[in-house]
């Protein structure tokens, strides 16, 4: 599995290159994070895609939010980019979002699945406790390995968005191949849940370049990156480094990234949670923050 491509710039693509081998291992438990650097000196996300684009900044004319429904198995919608509301961090000409307004009071955590339920359970227990909904990024293979756990979290009002099926690198697939991916998950996630993916996707690994953006864009998905990458995919991950580097690092408006596989997030989740309402941050969906 070796990436990034060529297409991403070199400044990126630096970054990338030393985790790869670790998210190559650790996908299968959910990893979609860029691999970014390990401590002591982890770059932020944002920066490195804004890095990756230099059309980082919402264009003043993006007042239009993305669509307010999509209903099931409604056709591909024309390949026009999906307009973020003024006040959002985005990338590729907002194809692609990376932060709510810093002035909202609110966070989304997200949850990546890979092909793996590890820690699923735990923390679906977490957030059920707490009453809370999330988004959760789903792969197609998870949602046909775990119809069980993907029911549960229809059930407890979490939100579903597409994470392809297989996981693979989409910078290094074609068109096609994309697209079936894309398709492939949305059936599954809708076969099991009643619910699509759309509008939003997370690419695997965060890889993606422009013509990617596009295939999505024109699929009918939102690209969301993140704001704050938690870390719980890294092997030397423990609780304690997940919740100190959420609970320093989260800022109003900001997207997490975490993993539904990770021991780590699972164990920290109770102290991050409570430490978000210290900070006066609500938890909400992708949907939540970016729509209302
Ligand atoms: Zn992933």
């Known amino acids: 599995m070796a990436y990034p491509g060529p297409a991403l710039p070199v400044r990126l693509s630096r970054l990338l290159a030393p985790a790869c081998l670790a998210a190559a291992l650790l996908w299968a438990s959910g990893c979609a994070a860029v691999p970014l650097p390990a401590p002591p000196s982890p770059v932020p996300a944002a920066t490195a895609a804004q890095n990756a684009t ?88 998870y949602a046909d390995h775990y119809p069980e756990l993907m029911q549960r979290m229809a059930a407890e009002g979490h939100e579903f968005a597409n994470h392809s099926y297989s996981h693979p690198d989409f910078t290094k697939m074609g068109n096609e191949a994309i697209l079936s991916e894309l398709a492939r998950t949305d059936q599954a996630v809708q ?56 609970l320093e690092g989260v800022k109003p408006g900001a997207i997490v990234v975490h993993h539904c596989a990770a ?21 909400v969906t992708i949907s939540s923050l970016l729509r209302e």
């Open 191 to 246: 076969g099991v849940s009643g619910a699509s993916t759309k509008p939003w996707m997370r690419m695997p690994f965060g890889a993606r370049d422009s013509r990617v953006m596009d295939i999505a864009s024109g699929a009918g998905y939102t690209s969301i990156f993140w704001t704050l990458d938690s870390g719980d995919w890294q092997e030397n991950a423990t609780g304690a480094g997940v919740r100190s580097r959420v």
């Open 54 to 141: 230099p059309t980082a900044t919402p264009s003043p004319a993006a007042t239009q939010a993305p669509p307010a429904t999509t209903p099931a198995l409604t056709p591909t919608p024309p390949p026009s980019p999906t307009q973020p509301a003024q006040g959002f961090q985005s990338a590729f000409g907002g194809r692609e979002i990376i932060r709510g307004r810093a002035d909202d009071p609110r966070v989304a955590l997200t949850f990546d699945c890979g092909s793996v339920a590890g820690a699923s359970s735990r923390i679906l227990d977490v957030l059920k406790q707490s009453n809370l909904r999330v988004t959760i990024f789903m792969t197609g293979q």
């Open 263 to 283: 021991d780590q997030t699972a164990g920290a989740l109770p102290d991050i949670l409570a430490g978000l309402t210290a900070k006066g941050l609500q938890v």
